[in-house]
């Protein structure tokens, strides 16, 4: 991987970061992309929050991004623009948890600090059949002395970076979810969950509840070559970045499109997209409205009229994404044809 071989810190708290809820082959081109633009923690600082979010969107937990944005201003302006180099010290930087801090301790400057991230929690509840949910704190506590009682036992010349590179990958490739690689591990001899044949019992799954299920109607607004886009708060879903102005039914569409001297007709109506979000579902009801003629005034604060040409580097949400791909696809002209359509 890109972010291994490295003792750069700025490198190794960016995978990190951009790892958390995200798949390995989703954040490989966003990690290169966004070191290319931001290559150092001093680059990141000096940067406006609006050049940053452009490079994050798509990736998701968008409050992720801000927190880079937050640290690294920290970094330069409390730390002499240098990464703390203990984990106690990292933790106390913006959206740094205790595991991604002693990661970061352990693979840059090879601190004895133990680990605890979703792949490790699994290893270590299935090798010393630690039953509960791993994400109640009694639990999560017990998995934690766990930890630092592995650490105390081992050698004074432990390879920190080997160690916790192992139990990453341990838990990633051998020991996974749903088919461990049991005949494989190192440690099958050793593990509780493999003699008692519990290790699709292990870690214990925690009792989900039903996403709450919410909609919206979204207005893809074009007039003069340009479409209307909504510059979200930088706190809540979607934080910071641009988006399509929302309305929470289409009552409140036809309200607001009436005010700004607009009418809707079924035609305009697009096929409706669903978007699953961590704690609930959300169903968009898209319409798109082509406004011929002169440009509409700015209908209110807090948005923007961006030329369709520049709607590809756009940071937007995926979902966003989606819809404005599906009517402005690369390769599109603009020109009358499009008009015929509504």
Known sequence: MPWQDTTDPYRIWLSEIMLQQTQVSTVMGYYERFLERFPTVQALAEAEQDDVMPYWAGLGY?????????????????????FPKNAADIMTLPGIGRSTAAAIAA??????????????????TRYFGIVGDPGKR?????LWKTAEDVLDAAPTGLNMKAYTQGLMDLGS???TR????CDACPLAS?????????????????????????RCTMLILESAGSVLLHQRPSSGIWGGLLSLPQFESRQLLEQTCASWGLSLNPGQKMAGLTHAFSHFTLHIE?????HNGAMLGEPGADHIWLPVDELRDA???APVRKLLDGIYPDDLLVNDERADTY
């Open 286 to 290: 898209p319409w798109w409205v082509l």
């Open 107 to 124: 693979f840059a400057y090879g601190q004895r600090s133990p680990i605890m991230d979703g792949n490790v929690k699994r290893v270590f």
């Open 178 to 181: 749903g088919r461990p690689a």
């Open 190 to 214: 050793g593990c509780w969950a493999r003699v008692h044949g519990r290790q699709l019992d292990l870690p214990t799954p925690k009792v989900r509840k039903k996403p709450d299920q919410r």
């Open 173 to 175: 490739t051998i020991c």
């Open 138 to 142: 009694a639990v999560e506590q017990v």
């Open 315 to 317: 940071a937007v949400p």
């Open 62 to 82: 968008y409050a992720r991004a801000r927190n880079l944005h937050r640290c690294a201003q920290i970094i330069r302006d409390h730390w002499q623009g240098e």
